[in-house]
């Protein structure tokens, strides 16, 4: 018995496995480019939108005006032009958001990833450190730490946010590892001889990737929701306009009793716009990352047609 | 070329349900001897220990008590002396489709540990992951290097899994079950494979199976293990003409009679029912 059969990778001959060849130059998922369309647009707001409106704090004399020519947005109660103060306030809640989920993602990364993988004392540790963290209720020591700190940054608030708010991505991560640390692959990379920091970062960090985004994303929506609530009841940052800044000040003056509905719409639609678009991404970035998802519904559809085709050509 | 000794090997594993702790021998007092150019399989059912004995080899699970020994000295567990072990014994894993990372190219998979042994630097590596591929029957060329383990066929993967364990230039290779996961068309090709490469390469080889006929087919002694312990050892015809152990003669009585089958097979033939394509005669196999 000397025969060893030869695999070679045959090229395609049915159309059905052409067409799959071809899908491979895919078209991005339609939940994908309307999330990023919509988060693209709320970002260039954010970046442009400040260098063109007029000073968001200059107070005129035309308060509670609706929407004009002159005030695109109206202007709030002092006279404050609402679309400047709504380009101002992007650019803060975007800037929270991002800081709070870049140090969520470090400090969730941290503890979920390396205890999980090196598990022992050290896991335990990580553990149990994390499981209070998780208990702890977020807005109460929000609203806790913002009364007592007199200058509430812009830091400041977002490490608060951030130090609320990782936890629960961490568990995830961990158990996430421990699954993967004892897989096939990661046994065999140690046989291969590769070190523990290259096999976390490059056996089993890709294959957290689906899960890492998708909490960086959500850790973005709850940052800016969980700023937009602190601003709300007054405890926000300090001198950094917000959209929960803006409707803290469109509580006060009285901007819903007097109908000045061009107040609290922009920012409380930008919120929603923003958590809607994060969402989408989420949605699609595991079918993006994860190699075996990669276009699958496409290649179904395609696989499909060219089996109509056939069978009409039949 | 480089002997492996296992001597008296035991593993006890400490479980835990609750506060009440109970101990699992999964391993007690193996021994064998792994020689260039021999092959020894490593026979028995389920959970008898084979697989923890291929973890102890592979030094991802320590021993608790005996010792093993490469050309007679006792072998390093960490640092320099763990990656000169490492070097000396690989090991093709029993499932290819968890065995391969789904995120990396198959080159990545040959590549690496071509630059981690030093057998290569990154800019000669492709090439010699291209000779790896090329040895083990796979197209070596830049489009299969760059394919990911989800697009290949069990077979192909298995293949890319030894060239793999190959590329540290090992002299001792531990095959756990390496075809059990396979359809049963491509077993033989790999099973020839990996013989072809122990014999190129004078390679020592623990072939660990459930299956005996390929076990006295591929190698040249046998141990049988039931419950942690080598019940039967001896040379491969020996042990499967003439099994010693009340055990050995129920394994081999539960292994399919080829005869029937055979006989099956041809009056199936004959009625003309239709079967799958590795069932119908194959002369290019014998």
């Not at chain 2, 494979?193 to 190698?219: G, K, P, V, W």
Request: aromatic share 6%; hydrophobic share 45%; proline share 6%.
């Amino acid at each position: 018995m000397t025969t060893e059969t030869t695999e070679t990778a045959a090229p395609p001959t049915t159309t059905a496995a052409i067409a799959t060849t071809r899908a491979r130059r895919r078209r991005p998922a339609p939940t994908l480019v309307v999330g990023v369309g919509i988060v693209l647009v709320i970002v260039l707001f954010g970046l442009i939108g400040p260098l063109l409106v007029q000073d968001p704090l200059a107070i005129g004399n035309d308060g509670m005006q609706p929407p004009s020519a002159a005030h695109l947005l109206g202007t709030t109660q002092t006279g404050q032009d609402v679309l400047a103060q709504l380009a101002y306030a992007t650019r803060g809640s975007l800037l929270v958001g991002v800081l709070v989920a870049v140090l969520a993602l470090f400090l969730s990364a941290f503890f979920g990833i390396l205890g999980g993988y090196l598990g022992g004392w050290l896991d335990e540790g990580f553990s149990l450190f994390t499981n209070v963290v998780l208990i702890l209720p977020g807005l109460p020591l929000m609203i806790v730490i913002g009364s007592y700190v007199e200058q509430r940054g812009l830091l400041l608030i977002a490490v608060v946010l951030a130090i609320t708010s990782w936890a629960a991505s961490a568990r995830v991560l961990r158990s996430q590892t421990l699954s993967i640390r004892n897989r096939d692959y990661v046994q065999a990379a140690k046989i291969a001889g590769e070190k523990p920091w290259r096999i976390i970062s490059v056996e089993i960090l890709p294959n957290l990737l689906p899960v890492m985004s998708s909490g960086f994303v959500f850790a973005l929506i709850s940052a800016i929701l969980g700023e937009a609530g602190l601003s709300f009841i007054g405890l926000g940052v300090v001198g950094t306009q917000t959209w929960g800044s803006m409707l803290f000040y469109a509580q006060n003056g009285q901007a819903l009793t007097l109908g000045g509905w061009w107040w609290f719409v922009p920012p409380g639609f930008l919120i929603a716009a923003l958590g809607c678009g994060l969402s989408l991404i989420n949605f699609s970035i595991d079918a993006i990352i994860n190699p075996r998802l990669r276009s699958a519904p496409a290649n179904a559809r395609r696989v499909r047609r060219a089996e109509k085709k056939e069978e009409a050509a039949a | 070329m480089t002997t492996l000794t296992a001597q008296d090997l035991d593993k006890t594993y400490t479980l835990r349900s609750g506060l009440r702790f109970s101990q699992l021998r999964a391993v007690n007092g193996v021994s064998f001897e792994l020689r260039p150019g021999r092959t020894v399989a490593l026979v028995g059912q389920s959970g008898s220990g084979k697989s923890t004995i291929a973890k102890l080899l592979m030094q991802l699970e320590r021993p608790t008590s005996g010792s093993l020994l490469l050309d007679g000295k006792p072998i390093g567990r960490r640092g320099k002396a763990l990656a000169d072990y490492r070097h000396q014994v690989q090991m093709v894993f029993q499932d290819p489709f968890a065995s391969l990372n789904p995120y990396h190219s198959i080159g990545h998979h040959l590549v690496r540990p071509l630059i981690v042994h030093g057998r290569a630097t990154s800019r000669t590596a492709p090439g010699a992951a291209k000779e790896l591929l090329d040895r083990v029957n796979l197209p070596a060329d830049d489009a299969f290097m760059a394919r990911r383990p989800h697009e290949l066929s069990g077979g192909q993967r298995q293949r890319v899994a030894i060239a793999r364990a190959l590329a540290p230039g090992p002299t001792v290779l531990v095959a756990d079950e390496p075809v059990s996961m396979l359809d049963v068309s491509v077993r033989l090709g790999v099973l020839n494979l990996l013989a072809r490469l122990q014999r190129e390469e004078e390679l020592a080889m623990l072939y660990i199976t459930h299956d005996l006929a390929t076990a006295r087919h591929f190698s040249d002694e046998i141990l049988v293990m039931y419950r942690g312990e080598v019940v039967e050892r001896g040379d491969a015809d020996e042990v499967i003409l003439n099994p010693q152990q009340e055990f050995t003669r129920k394994l081999l009585a539960a292994a399919p009679e080829p005869g029937t089958n055979q006989r099956f097979l041809a009056e199936a033939r004959r009625r003309g029912v239709p079967m799958p394509d590795h069932l119908a005669p194959q002369e290019d196999l014998a």
